[in-house]
């Protein structure tokens, strides 16, 4: 697989180099240069299909030029070894789980693939590979169970002080083994900072063989295609022959990701991209003034994006037309008000409890649904991460309610090891060196 910048279409570089590089140096985000569709009739026989088959399909068509048939074969069994069930909540309105993973959140997806990945193409050179991430709660969580006993690999965390949730904070803390996790005391804005000085160190990267786990890595947005087949396999299987996306979206990494399989031949009916009060996009289709501004917090607070990355994919997917992208995808902004109350509301309707950002997802699902007419039009909402992440948001009554998964009683047992910090770079560095 070939990809381009954004930034400059003659900057072309291969899987590897855009994996391990992320960002490409002109600032833009690395696309893939071309893709092809899917067979046709496969996809028609996608309910004979496990959702494992399903990605390794995809990914063998992607991939066909860097990995074999046997080493994706491997990779998949590896990363996709939970499930994505859907979840019917009326008769054609289905929640998708993405949130039966390690961290109990859908980006458990990205950062799997993305650690096989890279292990994969370091395995070649004999360098142990240093994974340095800054987080604010769900990536890094994502990122440290990912890579957790990745043969040659080791993962840094930094994340600030006092700011994660206390689940959060365990799934960073508490492996051990090849992942460190640093508090630092400051904000994720420091973190970031304190890793983008890292990248620029020389004397840094010459005695570590750093990468960066970041966002908009392509590694992580590729699996996130699979589940969007995945759930129109489990659609057709019962009964329907047209489905809908509603996504709930901060950096619009995993709805570019939907784009992307609606590229691969997935036919979509309609793209919903459901925000919190971070309403750059929801702005920018009503107004055509694309203004990105500093980020609010919210309830749905994995979603406080101000100035979505991944957009300029989007809009490069749909070639800037914006009369075609504005017929596929619509994008609504919600309160936190309307927010809790969507939560109360899904609990008292269905007794389903959603975590805030996938009660978002269920808003702007049933305000499309009451616009559509179509019976055999199945709508599908994203669930984007499990409700015990998030248990300061819910009312006491419903905060009971919650049922912890297995792996959060274990965690809950587990050690906190945390390395502590200022905020300040030469400390970060001597202890990197000194730790190395
Ligand atoms: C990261 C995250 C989102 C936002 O996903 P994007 O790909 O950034 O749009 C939504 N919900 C949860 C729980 C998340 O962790």
Redesign the pocket.
């Known amino acids: 697989m070939k990809l381009y910048s954004t930034n400059n279409h003659q900057n072309i570089v291969d899987f590897q180099q855009a994996v391990f590089q992320s960002l490409p140096e002109d600032n833009g985000l690395y696309m893939p240069l071309s893709v092809e569709k899917l067979n046709q009739d496969w996809i028609k026989s996608i309910q004979n299909y496990s959702f494992q088959e399903i990605a390794k399909k995809i990914s063998y068509e992607l991939l066909k030029a860097e990995f074999s048939e046997n080493e994706i074969n491997d990779l998949i069994d590896e990363v996709i070894n939970f499930p994505a069930p859907l979840v019917f909540l009326e008769e054609d309105l289905a929640v998708l789980e993405l949130f039966h993973g390690p961290s109990f959140?859908?980006?458990d997806f990205g950062a799997r693939f993305m650690s096989r990945v890279m292990a994969h193409f370091s395995r070649k050179e004999d360098q142990l590979l240093d994974v340095l991430v800054a987080t604010s709660g769900?990536t890094g969580g994502a990122v440290a169970l990912g890579f957790l006993g990745v043969e040659g690999t080791r993962v840094t965390i930094l994340y600030p002080k006092g700011k994660v949730s206390p689940i959060q904070e365990l799934q960073l803390t508490a492996n051990g083994n090849n992942i460190r996790a640093i508090e630092i005391e400051g904000t994720f804005d420091d973190c970031q900072a304190l890793v983008k000085q890292a990248f620029l160190d020389k004397d840094l990267i010459g005695r570590l063989n750093l990468t960066s786990a970041n966002?908009i890595n392509i590694a992580r947005l590729i699996p996130q295609s699979f589940y969007y087949f995945e759930a129109f396999a489990e659609a057709k299987r019962k009964g329907f022959e047209k489905i809908s996306f509603v996504v709930?979206?901060?950096?619009?990494?995993?709805?570019t990701a939907g784009i992307l399989a609606s590229i691969l031949g997935l036919e979509v009916k309609q793209f919903v991209a459901a925000t919190n009060a971070n309403d750059t996009v929801p702005h920018f289709l009503e107004t055509n003034t694309y203004s990105p501004k500093s980020s609010v917090q919210t309830l749905?607070n994995?979603?406080d994006?101000g100035s979505p990355s991944?957009w300029v994919r989007v809009m490069e997917f749909f070639e800037h037309d914006l009369h075609v992208l504005k017929k596929k995808l619509l994008s609504k902004s919600y309160s936190d008000d309307e927010t809790l109350k969507a939560i109360n509301e899904i609990h008292e309707k269905y007794n389903y409890i959603a975590?805030p950002?996938t009660a978002i997802a269920w808003l702007a699902a049933k305000e499309y649904q009451a616009t559509k007419k179509d019976k055999s039009e199945v709508t599908v909402f994203l669930s984007?991460?499990h409700p015990c992440k998030f248990p300061d948001v819910f009312p006491v009554h419903l905060r009971d309610k919650i049922i912890n998964p297995k792996e959060v009683k274990e965690l809950k047992l587990k050690k906190s090891l945390k390395v502590e910090m200022k905020n300040n770079f030469s400390e970060l560095k001597e202890w990197l060196i000194r730790n190395n």
């Not at 709930?248 to 709805?255: E, L």
Request: aromatic letters at 10%; glycine letters at 10%; proline letters at 5%.
């Open positions: 959140a859908f980006k769900d966002s709930p979206s901060g950096n619009f990494g995993n709805i749905s994995a979603m994006v991944n975590c950002h984007t991460a």
